[in-house]
């Protein structure tokens, strides 16, 4: 089936560091995703992104928080200056068009911040 | 607020023994849910199982079901006869149809045993 590419799998960085993660969607699909999870927790949700803007935000999504697609590249999850409490398991996910549609997820990237 | 609550894991069986995985929900923002089972198999990223957008209806996919009821807001997943390869994490999430955000439960690992 479709699938969804994420880049690292996982990474270790010092608190205050920049990270970027990737995420390489389906390709006809329009619509993408950002979701979080903390160890032992459930998957939240972090952003929705669309025609190159954000459409809807948690309160997760902090202010070192950004998501960007430039053209025919990764969909990616900045968090710059990354805290402590950052470290998760980040799931990129898309989907055809929105509401209610199927969402393709990728395996997840690890981040561990030190 | 809208959550999902899903049986705690593990779960083991018996492989050709019937398993159900209850799922109920709370959809407070959300008129008209859509609930979904995904699956996480080892090593692999998450995929949907199964969806129902309508109220009564039933899903079903690989032998597993799920009937939505709205009277006991609960989406249980069953199958008569499990396999060793169903082993995997097993998700209940809703999603509205205006929007793009899906709310899962912890997940529930289930352990097919030969």
């Known amino acids: 089936g479709p699938k969804v590419l994420q880049i690292p799998s996982h990474q270790i960085i010092d608190m205050g560091q920049m990270v970027t993660l990737n995420c390489d969607p389906v390709s006809n699909h329009l619509y993408f995703y950002w979701y979080k999870q903390i160890l032992g927790q459930q998957m939240e949700f972090l952003v929705n992104f669309y025609n190159g803007k954000v459409m809807e935000k948690s309160k997760l999504f902090k202010d070192q928080f950004s998501v960007e697609r430039p053209d025919g590249s990764y969909f990616t999850l900045k968090i710059q200056p990354t805290a402590l409490e950052d470290s998760a398991v980040y799931f990129c996910a898309s989907s055809t068009t929105g509401a209610g549609n199927t969402l393709y997820f990728g395996e997840g990237s690890r981040l561990i911040v030190v | 607020g809208d959550s999902v609550t899903q049986t705690e894991g593990p779960v083991t069986v018996s492989e050709s023994e019937s398993l159900i995985i209850n799922c109920t929900y709370s959809a407070t923002s959300i008129a008209y849910p859509n609930l979904f089972w995904y699956v996480r198999y080892p090593g692999e990223g998450l995929q949907l199982l199964l969806k129902?957008?309508?109220?009564?209806q039933k899903g079903s996919s690989r032998g597993f079901e799920a009937t939505y009821n709205k009277e006991t807001t609960s989406f249980h997943l069953q199958k008569a006869s499990v396999q060793e390869s169903d082993s995997a994490v097993y998700y209940c999430a809703l999603g509205g149809h205006s929007n793009n955000r899906i709310f899962f439960g912890d997940g529930t690992q289930l352990v097919v045993k030969p």
């Open positions: 129902v957008i309508t109220a009564g």
